[in-house]
């Protein structure tokens, strides 16, 4: 069993940035793949970031690539979400989640732990 506890989300004008942290407790950390997620009203969930075991593979979906960068550190069992340029696009609902897995998928059904969430609201 892995809980994950999300926070630094917030309120943040147009082109400002914003670090969300995901903290695990429970089982090994580090025998786990790591995403990011958001949602929106009406749509389903999206990977916007993912990052393997060790840090050596990351994925970001293409809204995102250049602006958000994900990392952890296994050590402090938290992995992180910097975001940066933030436009009002961005405003979601953003959920960490689990994958006990050799690699990261963008796919959500394959994650087996998520965060409550923690909501970004991004103001023109």
């Known amino acids: 069993q892995v809980q994950l506890v999300e926070s630094g989300g917030g309120l943040v004008q147009a082109g400002g940035s914003l670090r969300l942290s995901c903290a695990a407790s429970g089982r090994t950390f580090s025998n786990y793949c790591m995403g990011w997620f958001r949602q929106v009203p009406g749509k389903e969930r999206e990977c916007v970031a993912a990052?393997?075991?060790?840090?050596?593979?990351?994925y970001y979906a293409d809204s995102v690539k250049g602006r958000f960068t994900i990392s952890r550190d296994n050590a402090k069992k938290t992995v992180y979400l910097q975001m940066n340029s933030l436009n009002p696009e961005d405003t979601a609902v953003y959920y960490c989640a689990a994958d006990l897995a050799l690699s990261w998928t963008p796919t959500a059904y394959h994650y087996d732990y998520w965060g409550q969430g923690t909501q970004v609201t991004v103001s023109s």
């Open positions: 990052i393997s075991r060790s840090s050596g593979s990351t």
